[in-house]
């Protein structure tokens, strides 16, 4: 059985847990072949789980701008030194957000960071006043994480909701293919099912880090949309990551209404691929090899 923590084991504390596993059966398992195959089922079997079942973590840490230097071209864009620090928090691929008076871009980290540790990094934004430049840490909770995904007709579709459960936020797209753009529709709804009209948003897409997708000040007049990616470079997962401004009309931005400055996040993920049901599968037969040579053992040295 595969169980997800929400503590990191070091490695070396896991391939202890093995050994002494082994040491503790070694006098049922006199034979050498025997040991071996348990130590490598057991380093298998879990290292399959630390594959198909994802480890979560809290998100409270601090984020901060350290440096910003002008561009030496173009006057609008600067240089955004940051330095991340996740205190007492485990944090899984953390997501930070820096934001100006002219856009506001999230950058996923490519690694965890452990407690009391620090990572620094460098972006450009783009401001007509340095003075509002500011970063955050994204936060994952379950109001803005994609509700449930299903796939139907080899278009895989995902729901998120905002904060108070007022907008609901549907994204219906392809399936990630390396060497193609991938197109997926945005409908804005009530928790009714009714189109919501006039949301105005901004849209993120990243894979494997990289930006494959990047939309500022949208505006969905009918509360649908129809977007397209660049070209993917792999199959791996693509993360949209829809930051919603309000509901109104553009230009009476004191008027809009709705959730605003709340993030809502998507993770596009094809379906299982055939390395990943190889790994299942031969771990399943696997243990069931190893569970019929302990009864085995156990037949035979009752009878002696």
């Known amino acids: ?8 084991v070091n490695n070396s504390l896991i391939f202890f847990a093995i050994w002494h596993v082994m040491k503790n059966t070694s006098k049922k398992l006199q034979n050498t072949s025997d040991r071996i195959l348990r130590f490598f089922v057991i380093t298998f079997a879990m290292l399959a789980c630390s594959t198909l079942v994802g480890l979560s973590s809290a998100y409270a840490a601090d984020v901060q701008v350290t440096k910003i230097h002008p561009m ?46 620090c990572i620094g990094g460098t972006t450009i934004a ?112 693509v993360e949209v990551n829809i930051m919603l401004h309000g509901i109104g009309v553009p230009g009476h931005e004191d008027q809009w209404t709705g959730p605003k400055g709340e993030i809502i996040m998507f993770h596009v993920v094809p379906e299982f691929g055939a390395i990943v049901m190889l790994v299942l599968t031969v771990s399943v037969l696997s243990i069931i090899l190893i569970s019929s040579k302990f009864n085995t053992l156990r037949i035979s040295n009752i009878q002696s």
Do not use: W
């Open 72 to 117: 030496p071209v173009e006057d609008d864009k600067v240089s955004v030194a940051f330095t991340l620090c996740s205190n007492d928090e485990y944090l899984e691929m953390p997501r930070i957000t820096v934001s100006s008076d002219l856009q506001t871009k999230i950058l996923s980290l490519k690694h965890d960071l452990k407690p009391g540790t």
């Open 126 to 237: 783009e401001t007509y006043d340095v003075s509002t430049i500011n970063t955050s840490i994204v936060p994952q909770t379950d109001s803005n994480l994609y509700k449930q995904e299903t796939i139907v007709d080899q278009k895989i579709v995902s729901q998120g909701m905002s904060n108070d459960g007022y907008l609901v936020v549907k994204l219906i797209s392809e399936q990630p293919r390396e060497g193609i753009s991938m197109k997926f529709n945005l409908e804005f709804q009530d928790v009714a099912g009714n189109i919501v009209e006039k949301i105005n948003y901004d849209i993120t897409a990243l894979q494997d880090n990289h930006v494959v997708l990047n939309l500022q000040n949208m505006h969905s007049s009918y509360g649908t949309s129809i977007l397209t990616t660049d070209e993917l470079t792999s199959d791996s997962p």
């Open 1 to 8: 059985m595969c169980i997800a923590y929400r503590i990191h």
